[in-house]
């Protein structure tokens, strides 16, 4: 019988064009980029990188977190079996199928200042003075607007996470609790909880590396304003080769976010694996 | 049934990689442009055509929005492709795209007599450290619209002076009309209306020798004046942080502001039958602040050629083409496109058609070029993005304004 | 524990709501779509188009190329998904089930590689392109997508290989079927639910994808549905027609729609293999 499962160069043959296409189409790029990086030193003195990391930092944390509870609700309410759910989840779905840049359009249309339907929506509620809001106008609003957004987007994805999740959790162990005379809340926080940190933590990480280089929503959303108060490092970085033309610096850039990155999961594993120590 | 499907899908593959351009002999010039209002350029390409067989002109039209046309001519030419022979060019994308040596010079082939016959602010923008890098073909500058009707329903003369602009808007603005409308998103057209103002005030951005000079006293004057509009004495609503210049537009033909600031043209759409304003404004250049002069930022449009074209010839005579005073008379009045040639303004069929054009001529003659460095993307994102602050309230004038010279003089010393 | 009515209709509420908020914007987008032009952007806000009106589909089609642009995200997508799919499965396969000296390296760097924000690459990946004369094609996009692809589908698929029993290949081998032939015939059939999902989600990237679509090509002949998107112009100069814009976000959104009402279930499964092996 012939071990094909036997160690050899021969079978690299199998992924080399795979690994070929990814290293010219990745892997060249990026470290072309590491290449054409320069100017460094302008990183201590932009004005404005401080600020944008800001924001991109706020809004990752922002946003994952968010996500991460609706997702959690969500994945709760659909993970059970009842009728109608393949549809429920379809309908669940839909956001995180639909291309970003294309439903940041239908979300300034949203956030309209004169016509939009949320400023309509709010004020027919009572919850706002006047239904004519110039969301994208004030930096705040245009901040959770995007929150808005990008969390609506991507809170399926976090809930079918998070759904696999659930449904590696043992039922004996629910069975045990209530048999211990737990009810749904206090089975919620022993049994569900714990068991899915794992996949929050990879979740969460997950989420936060893609949130951290945002680029569609906000790009077509708000182009960065007002202000420059919703500009994210990546649209920045856009900014800076494509309308300043300085390639160097925004390579630069280009870096100092992938270090970030890099930096950001480094911090998030060793915090979850702290936590499973204890 | 697995192969069959693995051969549909091959088969696609293989379609993908086919030739997606047609190949019919004759030579392309093509570029950029934006919505071809009253169709004109179409007109004007069908007379082009018919008097150089050979040649077909693709004029592609693209986006509204004049940062993502600069955004897509700097993609192509950043990869020094021939996707465009020519570049239909904002006044302000000049020096940049000439800095990069995307354009080719055009003095060689247009004469400087020539250049005379057109209007000297458009001339200037066109030329980058002296030499010519675009043809000027449309004029543009903006300008203060005003109500005719209810000015003189209070018998209020037209304001010369944002003093009595602030008066009179006090004075005519109600619960439904707000008194002043303007373009305050952060985006180029606030810097081109609040350069106005500046100007009106008698500040600057830059001074003949470079130096910047946003952070003085008229500038900050001119700043504080309109954040105090906004939030003050409220002539100006606040949503006018998210208009740009359509937004405006409609608020004002719908008769619910006394004043915009706008471009030309407003006017022509805002005369048209079943306009609610038609027949009842009237135009003037901007108003000044204490001891300035009215101004008008430059706009305007023109064709440049690009470097990577392999067609230059052939594309400089289409710029041509379109420059002349036929074609430019065809385009005024089928879409309202303001001319860049001088004589067109005391043409005599343009007036009988138009007679405001010897104001806008007026207008035009205050016109003034924003500042013709490669940089200014970055000093223009920078004075927008401190100019929008202030106008939220996220910054005082006086601060924004020198956060903003701070960032202009890095830019500007690179 | 019997569920009581009252908890019941609580549920069905909660169904309801999740389905309404992943729903609305895109419903919002297709109601203003069918309005007539002059009750777009009527003030106050109308909810329902006093009759449905299909000229913004008309205007859509005949301001752009919008037809031409449908064809070539078709053309893309599927030429991407199938490049993908054989090339992934192939890599996958080496990475399962053949011995692959330096493998584990090679998949953390994969990983790796995958958790780059697209902007990292765009200045270089369009070099790249002219310098292979690969500007404005579709052949160029299929490419660029092929690799971005790869790291997931490899993902995926290893995932699912590696789950399945090894008996059936052992019997196989011994029947003295080569590497080749043993992943054909014998193995490929058995993951035929994998290999589907991995296509589908490869064909919604495609579809969806922006920023790498709007950098390697700029001519409309060989411009994909999201940035034709970003095209739309309206009557004057400035003006942003929001009814032709939304009819062009229903025209794209709605294959994407109708692939995931269709293949729900897959698309949960295929992102849940992901994280669970995470």
Request: aromatic share 10%; proline share 6%.
């Amino acid at each position: 019988m012939r071990d094909h499962s036997r160690a050899g160069a021969v079978n690299w043959l199998y992924a080399a064009p795979a690994m070929l296409f990814m290293g010219v189409v990745s892997l060249l790029p990026i470290g072309y980029t590491f290449g054409l990086a320069g100017e460094y030193h302008r990183l201590a003195v932009d004005t404005r990188f401080w600020p944008v990391m800001r924001t991109t930092l706020s809004l990752t944390a922002v946003t994952v977190a968010l996500e991460l509870a609706l997702g959690l609700a969500v994945a709760l309410v659909l993970w059970s079996p009842f009728p109608g759910r393949g549809l429920a989840r379809a309908a669940v779905l839909i956001p995180w199928a639909l291309p970003t840049a294309v439903m940041a359009m239908a979300w300034r249309w949203i956030f309209n200042a004169d016509s939009g339907v949320m400023g309509d929506l709010l004020f027919r509620l009572g919850l706002v003075a006047s239904p004519q809001v110039p969301w994208l106008a004030d930096a705040t609003s245009a901040f959770w607007a995007i929150v808005l957004a990008d969390v609506w987007k991507t809170t399926p994805f976090m809930a079918v996470l998070l759904m696999s999740g659930l449904a590696a959790i043992p039922d004996e162990l629910y069975e045990a609790a209530a048999i211990d005379g737990a009810g749904p809340v206090r089975r919620f926080f022993v049994v569900t909880l714990p068991l899915l940190k794992s996949t929050i933590v990879v979740a969460v990480i997950f989420r936060a590396i893609q949130t951290f280089g945002l680029f569609d929503l906000v790009f077509v959303l708000t182009g960065g304003g007002p202000g420059g108060r919703t500009q994210t490092i990546a649209v920045y970085a856009y900014d800076v080769v494509f309308r300043y033309q300085e390639l160097a610096y925004g390579c630069a850039l280009v870096v100092a976010m992938a270090l970030c990155l890099v930096l950001m999961t480094g911090v998030m594993l060793g915090a979850a694996r702290g936590g499973k120590a204890r | 049934m697995l192969r069959r499907l693995v051969l549909v899908l091959l088969a696609a593959v293989l379609s993908a990689c086919g030739r997606s351009e047609p190949d019919d002999g004759m030579i392309h010039i093509r570029y950029l442009a934006s919505p071809d209002v009253g169709g004109f350029s179409k007109v004007i390409i069908e007379r082009f055509e018919r008097a150089h067989p050979g040649l077909k002109v693709d004029m592609i039209e693209g986006p509204a929005a004049g940062d993502a046309r600069e955004n897509m001519y700097s993609t192509a030419f950043m990869g020094e492709e021939d996707s465009y022979d020519l570049a239909y060019v904002d006044v302000a994308w000049v020096p940049k795209f000439a800095a990069q040596g995307w354009l080719l010079p055009l003095d060689a082939l247009m004469p400087a007599a020539e250049l005379d016959n057109f209007l000297p602010g458009d001339v200037t923008g066109s030329r980058y450290q002296g030499k010519l890098y675009r043809v000027p073909i449309q004029s543009d500058g903006g300008m203060l619209y005003y109500r005719k009707d209810l000015l003189a329903e209070k018998n209020i003369p037209v304001p010369r002076t944002w003093e009595e602009l602030v008066s009179a808007a006090k004075k005519t603005r109600t619960s439904s009309i707000a008194g002043f409308v303007f373009q305050g998103k952060q985006y180029e057209g606030l810097v081109c209306g609040f350069l106005e103002l500046v100007w009106g005030f008698g500040g600057d951005l830059l001074d003949s020798s470079g130096n910047v000079r946003i952070e003085e006293p008229p500038a900050v004057a001119a700043l504080s004046a309109l954040v105090d509009a906004i939030h003050v004495d409220g002539i100006v609503p606040q949503s006018v942080l998210t208009y740009q210049e359509e937004e405006t537009r409609n608020v004002f033909q719908e008769g619910r502001a006394v004043f915009m600031r706008n471009w030309p043209y407003a006017w022509n759409l805002m005369q048209q039958e079943g306009s609610p304003v038609r027949g009842k404004i009237g135009i003037v250049p901007m108003v000044a602040g204490p001891g300035g002069k009215p101004a008008a930022t430059l706009g305007g449009w023109g064709f440049a050629v690009s470097a990577y074209s392999r067609h230059p010839q052939e594309a400089y005579a289409v710029a041509e083409f379109f420059a002349s005073a036929e074609s430019q008379k065809l385009a005024f009045f089928k879409g309202g496109i303001l001319p860049s040639r001088r004589a067109l303004y005391s043409d005599p069929d343009v007036l009988k058609a138009a007679p405001h054009m010897k104001d806008l001529g007026r207008v035009l003659a205050y016109a003034r070029p924003r500042p013709t460095h490669p940089r200014w993307p970055r000093m223009s994102d920078a004075l927008q993005m401190h100019v929008s602050a202030a106008l939220s309230r996220q910054e005082e004038p006086a601060e924004a304004l020198r956060a903003a010279a701070v960032e202009i003089r890095a830019a500007a010393r690179r | 524990m019997r569920p009581t009515v009252r908890g019941q209709a609580l549920f069905a509420l909660a169904v309801a709501a999740v389905a309404a908020w992943s729903l609305a914007p895109f419903l919002w987008q297709a109601i203003t779509s069918l309005k007539p032009a002059a009750e777009v952007a009527a003030v106050p806000v109308r909810y329902w188009p006093s009759t449905l009106d299909f000229s913004s589909y008309a205007q859509v089609f005949e301001a752009r190329p919008f037809a031409t642009y449908i064809w070539n995200s078709v053309v893309v997508g599927l030429g991407t998904t199938a490049l993908t799919t054989v090339l992934g499965v192939c890599a996958a396969y080496a990475f399962s089930r053949l011995g692959l000296p330096g493998g584990r390296a090679a998949l953390i760097g994969i990983l790796g590689l995958s958790l780059f924000p697209g902007t990292v690459l765009i200045v270089p990946l369009k070099m790249l392109a002219a310098k292979a004369g690969l500007l404005n094609t579709r052949s160029g996009l299929v490419i660029a997508y092929t690799a971005l692809n790869l790291p997931f589908a490899i993902w995926v698929l290893k995932a699912f290989f590696d789950r399945l029993p090894k008996d059936v290949e052992e019997a196989a081998w011994l029947d003295g079927l080569s590497r080749w032939q043993t992943l054909w015939k014998i193995v490929l059939p058995l993951s035929a639910p994998a290999v589907a999902t991995t296509a589908i989600l490869v064909f919604i990237f495609s579809w969806n994808e922006f920023l790498i679509a709007q950098t390697l090509v700029s001519r409309d002949a060989a411009r994909t549905v999201p940035v034709g998107i970003a095209m739309l112009s309206g009557v004057t100069v400035y003006e942003v027609p929001w009814g032709q814009i939304a009819a062009a976000v229903v025209v794209t959104t709605l294959p994407v729609v109708a692939i995931v009402l269709a293949f729900q279930r897959r698309i949960v499964e295929g992102l849940t293999a992901g994280a669970v092996k995470g």
